[in-house]
């Protein structure tokens, strides 16, 4: 695996958490056979989980895991014998926090993705980096970084010397969507069934969970990074990925989609859908796992601009000091009937697309 490090993709941080990892094996804080879990390190370092993929993929390249595809990876039991010591765990409790400290970039992310994210709907905006910088009390360098992370995922773009947040049109909705199911049906082809055991088997329960009524916002949100972000992420071809991340700030701004139009919709279509797609990928039919994901992000285009139609004025939004509008998208023709009839999700009722219900059952 050849190593990035750019700013947007976690470069010097993976270092750094590699860094750490490396002295600790050394350490012996990780036995020889220890599984190092993506998502628990994540959360331990308070980074997302792709610093964290790459800073192991690192590690295993430099010898010190192993690497198999059912399992992941883990420490290598061929290592030299180390010398453990009682102060290790709190050597790595160290490591963490000169990890936080030295970016402080993590402490605003956060709030600056959320206020963008419940802005795009209605308009672009230009984000500078001074008022960034004023607003939040830290350096321009902080509000870069804050930007180059936003622009991986496909939020920011840079427009003339400026960075820009593009307004989420129905066209530009679309358009993102088409690519999306183009890209993630050709990445989970490549993953084929060489997922870690017990992956599919999680995600089909919680989906099952959120089907019988046990889902909120948040809830929705983490069902959304099951597949479209972790499961996709045991695609081997690193290229695709990259393609894949930009498309995938709809993903973001669902987030403030899902609360704006609740009541669109009696219950949020892609449980079932995706629910297809996993148990699909349960029983080992990846051909049919890929065509019902290419369906669901089809239909989900279609909702998307749905949701957007059913958005009201950008009036109830307050201001804020580092997102000047730059352009306002016209005002969307209302969904009609919207305010005394719901769009119903099943048999024959509800939007349909090619003569089937979208919250018609795949096959």
Request: aromatic share 4%.
């Amino acid at each position: 695996m050849q190593r990035n490090d750019s700013e947007t993709t976690g470069g010097r941080l993976h270092a750094r958490i590699a860094d750490i990892l490396a002295a600790e094996i050394a350490g012996g804080v990780h036995p020889p056979g220890r599984h190092m879990v993506e998502t628990q390190l994540a959360e331990r370092f308070g980074v997302s989980r792709a610093p964290v993929r790459l800073a192991l993929a690192r590690l295993s390249q430099d010898g010190w895991l192993d690497y198999a595809p059912a399992r992941g990876h883990s420490v290598r039991s061929d290592l030299p014998a180390a010398e453990t010591h009682d102060d290790g765990e709190a050597d790595a409790r160290r490591g963490d926090r000169d990890i936080g400290a030295r970016h402080a970039w993590e402490a605003i992310h956060a709030e600056v993705e959320d206020a963008i994210t419940a802005r795009m709907a209605f308009g672009s905006w230009q984000v500078p980096e001074t008022a960034l910088a004023r607003t939040f009390g830290v350096s321009r360098t902080v509000a870069r970084d804050v930007l180059a992370r936003l622009q991986g995922r496909g939020l920011v773009r840079m427009d003339g010397g400026r960075w820009v947040a593009p307004g989420l049109s129905p066209q530009r909705v679309d358009e993102l969507y088409r690519l999306r199911a183009l890209l993630e049906p050709a990445a989970l082809r490549e993953i084929g069934s060489s997922l870690p055991p017990g992956l599919v088997e999680t995600s089909i329960r919680r989906l099952e969970e959120a089907a019988a009524g046990c889902a909120d916002g948040a809830a929705l949100d983490g069902l959304e990074q099951d597949l479209h972000v972790d499961l996709l992420s045991f695609c081997a071809n690193n290229t695709l990925l990259e393609a894949i991340r930009q498309p995938q700030s709809l993903l973001i701004a669902h987030r403030f989609l899902y609360r704006a139009t609740a009541e669109l919709f009696e219950t949020e279509p892609f449980i079932e859908e995706h629910l297809g797609i996993v148990q699909a990928l349960a029983r080992g039919e990846v051909d049919v796992a890929t065509a019902r994901l290419h369906d669901h992000l089809m239909d989900s285009r279609l909702r998307a601009v749905l949701r957007l139609r059913a958005l009201g004025s950008f009036d109830g939004l307050e201001d804020v000091p580092y997102l000047k509008p730059s352009s306002r998208l016209p005002a969307a023709r209302p969904f009609d009937g919207l305010a005394d009839k719901k769009v119903r999700l099943a048999g024959d009722q509800g939007p349909k697309r090619g003569g089937r219900s979208l919250r018609q059952p795949l096959g």
